[in-house]
């Protein structure tokens, strides 16, 4: 059983940033891919950034060139630092985490505000 534990939301201005960590818990050599998606009011859940085992990353469209996703192995924590922040990030961004038998594991949320 994975646990993830997010943190680093809030309000901010745009063209601001923030940083959101994950830190995980219990069976995490176990993780195919670690990463963060965002829901939005009356949006879908959609992948923001993700990195897998083996280092390779992915990135939406609409964050590329502004978010960088990093992980600490050794505390076991992802990180998405998120620069010039829009309006249109507003969401819950939720960590998702996701083994090699395909289970998947989500934290709590954390919301993240971007004023105009």
């Known amino acids: 059983q994975v646990q993830l534990v997010e943190s680093g939301g809030g309000l901010v201005q745009a063209g601001g940033s923030l940083r959101l960590s994950c830190a995980a818990s219990?069976?995490?050599?176990?993780?195919?891919?670690i990463g963060w998606y965002r829901q939005a009011p009356g949006k879908q859940r959609e992948l923001v950034a993700a990195?897998?085992?083996?280092?390779?990353?992915n990135y939406a469209d609409s964050v590329k060139g502004r978010f960088t996703i990093s992980r600490d192995i050794a505390k076991n924590t992802v990180y998405l630092q998120m620069n010039s922040l829009k309006p249109e990030d507003t969401a819950v961004y939720y960590c998702?985490?996701?083994?090699?038998?395909?289970?998947?594991?989500w934290g709590q949320g954390t919301q993240v505000t971007v004023s105009a």
């Open positions: 990195t897998s085992s083996g280092g390779g990353t």
């Open positions: 998702n985490a996701r083994t090699y038998w395909d289970i998947e594991y």
């Open positions: 219990g069976g995490t050599f176990s993780l195919k891919a």
